[in-house]
């Protein structure tokens, strides 16, 4: 069975802090997808990224990179030169082989609290 | 792109009522759509999956009878939530897999339905 751990449940920083989300995830699978998403206040969840099972190159997009870690079955996120605006509730999720459902499992979340 | 809208964006109802929530992909076609349910800050707890032209597969524990489930079309899928009680009262989300991209596994996601049911 699949699960996602983020250990952090909340973290709050100072604007113009970085901050790094953890997430630790376990899959009997080879082939799976790795997912990002945020939910602000609002409450709709937006998709930030993902990163197939294959693909270990780090990516970066404006102030978020991430650092995917097969060794280590980590999927890291970080935020650099956090805005209060960052403030929301971050979802870290596996999805294994098509075979499998497509079905997404989520981690408990980090909730990131950006200080003015 | 990849918008996916629900509604109504929340409602209140009496006990033993039923509700209807819809969920739309506005600009593409989902032949398969999630729908999820959110306590307060909690994560995301998958209930079903809805595929268009068959029957939703429910996850564990979830009532198939009480959570209807229809994806009649490429674009919507309803999910009735019958003789609503307190307990049911929730945040329910959709989402659906845009089917051009079914290789790919993204699920976007709708805004969320807020139900309250006194």
């Known amino acids: 069975a699949q699960k996602v751990t983020q250990a952090q449940t909340e973290i709050s920083v100072v604007e113009k802090e970085d901050v790094t989300l953890d997430c630790v995830y376990e899959?009997?699978?080879?082939?799976?997808?790795l997912f990002w998403y945020k939910q602000p206040p609002s409450g709709e969840l937006v998709f930030l990224i993902r990163r197939n099972s294959f693909d270990e190159q780090n990516e970066i997009s404006g102030r978020y990179s991430w650092n995917f870690q097969k060794s280590t079955s980590s999927f890291n996120f970080t935020i650099t030169a956090s805005q209060v605006v960052d403030s929301a509730v971050y979802f870290c999720?596996?999805?294994?082989?098509?075979?499998?459902?497509?079905?997404?499992?989520f981690g408990g979340g980090t909730r990131v609290l950006v200080k003015p | 792109g990849a918008v996916v809208s629900q509604h109504p964006s929340w409602v209140i109802c009496k006990s033993g009522t039923s509700v209807k929530i819809e969920c739309r992909s506005l600009?593409?076609?989902?032949?398969?759509m999630f729908w999820y349910r959110q306590f307060p800050k909690q994560s995301l707890m998958l209930m079903a999956t809805s595929n268009e032209g068959s029957k939703a597969t429910y996850e564990q524990g979830v009532e198939k009878d009480k959570f209807l489930i229809n994806h009649a079309s490429l674009t919507l899928s309803t999910l009735t939530v019958t003789s609503a009680h307190p307990e049911d009262s929730s945040f329910y989300i959709c989402?659906?897999?845009?089917?051009?991209?079914?290789?790919?596994?993204?699920?976007?996601f709708g805004p969320g339905t807020r139900l309250t049911v006194l």
């Open positions: 899959t009997r699978d080879t082939t799976y997808y």
């Open positions: 999720a596996l999805s294994e082989a098509i075979a499998a459902g497509n079905k997404l499992t």
């Open positions: 600009d593409f076609q989902a032949t398969t």
């Open positions: 989402s659906a897999r845009d089917m051009r991209e079914a290789l790919l596994d993204t699920q976007y």
